[in-house]
């Protein structure tokens, strides 16, 4: 069956240091989604990226990057320079054609 | 306007009654889900639709039922309320794209309490 397990349930780091939030899955599909979700404090889920299990291309947006390894079967964010702002609980998800599910999140917060 | 719109976006309600919240979507989609939020527990799915005439149970179901009233509505309902199902509730849709992604969009939430 597959599974997401998000290890880190909170992190806390002091504004300005680098943070990577950690992101494992289980499928034994050929074919499937991860993603990354952000949820600030206001409660929204914001989309923040999506990777196919063909592309293990890392990906950088801004002081956000990704890193897709299939050999270890992770899919870990990190932020560059953490600000305040980026203080939210990170969910990081798994899709395939029969199935859609979310680790337990992780709740990161920045301290100025 | 909002893409997935739920009403109410909050709700406090006491044990034994029938509560309904509601999504609606502008964004064409055929698939929509109901997902509850819970403190170290992440999203657990409730239910999913593919169309209108398919309705699935999702991982935490009992005590829950929907109804897909067209395309664009998705209710879920909580016949006799209980304080365990106090929650953040999502509705979220998603459609297949050409390249067999199944993004999802949220809702805004509804934070249900159940006294």
């Known amino acids: 069956a597959q599974k997401v397990t998000q290890a880190q349930t909170e992190i806390s780091v002091v504004e300005k240091e680098d943070v990577t939030l950690d992101c494992v899955y289980e499928?034994?599909?050929?074919?499937?989604?991860l993603f990354w979700y952000k949820q600030p404090p206001s409660g929204e889920l914001v989309f923040l990226i999506r990777r196919n299990s063909f592309d293990e291309q890392n990906e950088i947006s801004g002081r956000y990057s990704w890193n897709f390894q299939k050999s270890t079967s992770s899919f870990n964010f990190t932020i560059t320079a953490s600000q305040v702002v980026d203080s939210a609980v990170y969910f990081c998800?798994?899709?395939?054609?029969?199935?859609?599910?979310f680790g337990s999140g992780t709740r990161l917060s920045i301290r100025p | 306007d909002a893409d997935v719109t739920q009403t109410p976006r909050n709700r406090i309600t006491k044990t034994g009654k029938r509560i309904m919240l509601e999504c609606s979507q502008t964004k064409g989609h055929d698939r929509m889900y109901w997902y509850r939020q819970d403190p170290g527990l992440g999203l657990r799915l409730i239910y999913y639709s593919f169309d209108v005439k398919d309705i699935n149970k999702g991982e935490i179901s009992d005590g829950y039922s929907v109804s897909r009233q067209a395309q664009a509505k998705f209710s879920l309902s909580l016949e006799s309320a209980i304080p365990n199902q106090t929650a953040l509730y999502f509705c979220?849709?998603?459609?297949?794209?050409?390249?067999?992604?199944?993004?999802?969009?949220f809702g805004p939430g509804t934070r249900l309490t159940v006294t």
């Open positions: 979220a849709t998603s459609d297949r794209s050409p390249t067999g992604a199944y993004e999802q969009y």
């Open positions: 499928t034994r599909d050929t074919t499937y989604y």
């Open positions: 998800g798994y899709s395939s054609a029969s199935k859609i599910i």
